[in-house]
């Protein structure tokens, strides 16, 4: 029997004891959806999803969605404002600030007993987004504060290559997949490689509005990930 998601937050926000919530998902559903009501599919090759929890000296809730196949990003809530909502069944979160570099504003968080549902816009694409995690695994209560790391850092490995994926204009396109697999296979392994991965995504959510609106320069770097990416291919069989 899975683990009630409702329940369980509304016990964790009234225990002065616990620091933060771990609950773990195996079904992620993420689509964006354009101005013209086209909808995209965003997969993820993850075995599982996580969202933690976690209160702060300054009276506020923060939701951290990990795990997100695009557009990692935190949600903080002020704890009066969730402490009055969490009456209510389903829980319905509208009064909120996005935390992160990357352009969203959020627009709703529906909590129910089985399933955790976020809805947002990305601003300068004019697109809306929606995440749903469901079938909960596991719910973990902590006495103490997690790490920002732990907390917005994916064991796995992040999956947004931030550049490659806005070049290609999509986050699965075989390109994209290819660098994925040359981060996983061969960066990883080695120091430089991992200092270079953490400096990637460090650097380039930072460098996406800067290369949005210049298509010109899209081209070109797409152009080289083609060179690139076929080399890699070779390398890779």
């Keep these: 029997m899975n683990p009630p998601v409702l329940t369980s937050i509304k016990r964790f926000l009234h225990n002065d004891q616990l620091e933060t ?52 990003f935190a949600l903080v809530v002020d704890d009066k404002y969730l402490a009055r909502q969490s009456k ?17 504003s959020g627009t709703r968080i529906s909590i129910t007993e089985d399933a955790i549902r976020v809805n947002a816009n990305i601003n300068n694409q004019g697109y809306h ?10 719910i973990t209560a902590h006495k103490e504060r997690l790490s920002f790391d732990t907390l ?30 040359y981060r ?13 991965i953490k400096f990637y995504y460090f650097s380039a959510p930072k460098l996406i509005p800067v290369l949005e609106p210049l298509p010109v320069v899209q081209k070109k770097i797409k152009k080289a990930l083609d060179v690139f990416t076929t080399k890699l291919e070779r390398k890779l069989k």
């Design 21 to 72: 919530l771990e609950l773990e998902f195996s079904v992620f559903n993420a689509t964006l959806i354009d101005n013209f009501f086209k909808m995209k599919n965003l997969p993820s090759r993850r075995s599982f999803w996580k969202i933690f929890v976690q209160k702060s000296t300054l009276g506020n809730v923060t939701f951290y969605f990990r795990d997100s196949p695009k557009y990692v």
């Design 88 to 104: 209510e069944e389903p829980l319905v979160i509208e009064n909120f600030i996005v935390l992160g570099a990357d352009p969203i």
């Design 129 to 138: 987004l929606t995440h749903e995690y469901k079938n909960c695994l596991s």
């Design 152 to 181: 917005t850092k994916n064991p796995e490995g992040n999956d947004n290559c931030y550049i490659a994926t806005l070049v290609y204009e999509d986050s699965d396109h075989p390109k994209v997949n290819t660098l994925r697999k």
């Design 184 to 196: 996983n296979e061969i960066l990883s392994h080695s120091l430089i490689g991992r200092l270079f």
